[in-house]
């Protein structure tokens, strides 16, 4: 059953839920002191071997100004850069939390931010399913 806890040898680990919530925490405070500002709602889903987070709200006003002003696809660019390598620089951390979330490592992170939406999608792919099939 996907929300029944997991089992490692003859200890009950964390349910679903309780990972996907941690995990989204962990998010939420990277985002606050990392990149300086927290989002307004976050969600974490687990599926098969992909963490998913979504993040909403992210954007600092200087970034919204800079994605909605002037030369807006040259503002678009930058705020996606910005953001990239900010986050490609705290990924150690990233892949801690989750490595320590649900007891797997990561393989690969892949994110991305909408400039219109304010909204960032961050995948992870783990080193395998987290749960058995049902």
Known sequence: MLGAPMKRGNTVEKTKG???AEITE???RFEKEFMGRGPVEAKTYIVDD???????????RAEQQLATEGDVAKGRD?????????????????????????GRSVISLHTDISTVTGERVIVFTLEGPLFPPS
């Open 78 to 102: 930058l705020v996606k850069q910005i953001r990239r390598e900010a986050l490609e620089r705290g990924r150690t951390l990233l892949e801690a939390v989750v490595r320590d979330a649900v």
């Open 18 to 20: 309780q990972m996907e």
């Open 26 to 28: 962990a998010l939420i």
């Open 50 to 60: 992909m963490i998913l987070v979504r993040l909403k709200g992210v954007m600092s």
